[in-house]
């Protein structure tokens, strides 16, 4: 059985007060028998004193018995007087009739006492009365006087300690341990809540009473440990809070994240890396401690295994079932480590998209600008006559116009999907914006014989951004101009509006595209007929900026050829 805190604190201390009381009454006892012992003595030695004063006065000798018979029956009936001369022969004694048959008293430890420290005293059986005395001896110049007090049970009184003492020290004692006790009580409530916080502490469980600790130096540790116990709940809850962040974040992450510890089990991983993962390796895997035998982590391997302490970050690409994926691994200070899938299809594509779009730019850019050089090179060293001149120039000047419309187009485009927050919206008045369309175009309409119909209502307004919108109308009537014929017509109309969208349709009755080219109207520099395109001196960008704009306005756009001939737009505006 396991002894508390409490109970040793008393125990220790019972022992300590025991000793103590103990010691504190032997030594009062002793010091009480040596006083009353003394007192007694006193007594004796001054009946000692008056026996050899009535000696001395009466100059009596040994054989002057009956002189010393009257003093010993005036003395106290309990006082036993006797005389020894310095051989130690008793000459006289009150309760010996006889004393020459009384051996030699040299012997007496009383007298051996009073032959050397001039008194002496002892408590022993006499040999000839048998009978226990408290013997008192006193040297003298001639002789022994010795007086004895039977040691009876009223003499055993007189010499005997007052109790009194006693009762009062135990009574002391009692209620010292009853304090004890409390004490103790309280330094074993305290240690026990001491040791109650300490396990808290380090089973890190959370404080759930109030805990009210005495005031004193035990209180005021018992008081930080709280405010520790406290910090550490908080602490721990923000770091659970953090946990739960991150765990959501990895959760919710596009990448596939997997954390490993130094031995390579798994610590935690998010659903991607599972789907990810089977994407790059052969055949299905479920334990990920079993990923790190694939071939295709090789690279990962040999990275944690060669590594220097200064090296924690590696990366390489891989291709798999038709998408490109970025695999890192980041190994952290205590050598676990996370290893990241990341698929980059959609950036790979963009990168190759901007790549070909550069190349298209450049493409492009190089038609105007060597026809533009040719004809200022010709004007430049030629004296052409004044007709031809003026030609070479208008031709420079469209070709100029032409190049000024591409880096236009080029740069609307590239702001509608790299920053579409520079395009501000407000409300316009849809049937006023196709009125300011006509009006730009009337001299192609007129040229092209082509007739626009509006069907739209006047007051029909959209929340929407001016300048994408009339790009919508402006390139859709451009690419019918350009590349519809003539003689046709234009019809737009707004067929149905419901509570969130608004249903337009764009239709020419021109030429219309082959089906198998229809798909791809809407890619940027994209031709159906390359050379009648550049004829025109289109930039292959209007299709693509009208595909655009119309996704900036939350809505879509789909094309057809219609059955009566020419093309057919279908698209919606969010209100």
Known sequence: MKITYK??????????????????????????????????????????????????????????????????????????????????????????????????????????????QNTGSNIRLSASTHHEYLYYAKNYKDYYVRVALPYTVQTKGMLKADNLFIYTVIGLFIVVLVLLNYVAGRFGKSISQLKMLTTKIKDDEPLTEVIDFPEDELGDIGNQLVDILNQKAKSKHKIEAEREKLIQHFHYAHEGICIFDPDFKKIYANTNFFQYLNLVVDQPIFNLEAILKEKVFDPVIDFIANRTKEQNFHTFHINKNGKAFLIQTIVFDDSSFEITIKDITKLEKTRLLKQEMTNNIAHELRTPVTSLRGYLETLNSQDLPAEKQAQFIDRAYQQSIRLSNLIDDVSLISKIEEAPAQFQTEKVNLSQLLEEVRIDLANGLEDNDIKLNVSVKDHLVINGNYTLLYSIFRNLIDNTINYAGSHINIYITNYMEDDDYLYFSYCDTGKGVEEQYLSRLFERF???????????????????????AVLFHKGEIQVKNRVEGGLEFFFTFKK
């Open 7 to 116: 109970q040793r604190i008393f125990f220790y201390f019972f022992i300590v007060f025991a000793l103590f009381t103990i010691c504190v009454i032997v030594i009062e006892q002793r010091e009480e028998k040596f006083q009353r012992t003394q007192a007694l003595e006193d007594r004796l030695d001054s009946y000692a004193e008056m026996i050899h004063a009535y000696i001395d006065q009466f100059k009596l000798k040994d054989s002057s018995l009956v002189e010393l018979r009257i003093l010993a029956k005036s003395m106290p009936m309990d006082i036993r007087m006797t005389i020894i001369n310095k051989d130690g022969k008793v000459t006289f004694d009150k309760d010996v009739e006889n004393t020459s048959e009384l051996d030699n008293h040299l012997d007496r430890p009383e007298i051996r006492s009073a032959s050397y």
């Open 526 to 548: 994209y031709r159906v007929n390359e050379g009648r395109t550049r004829n025109t001196g289109g930039s292959g960008l209007g299709l693509s900026i009208v595909k655009n």
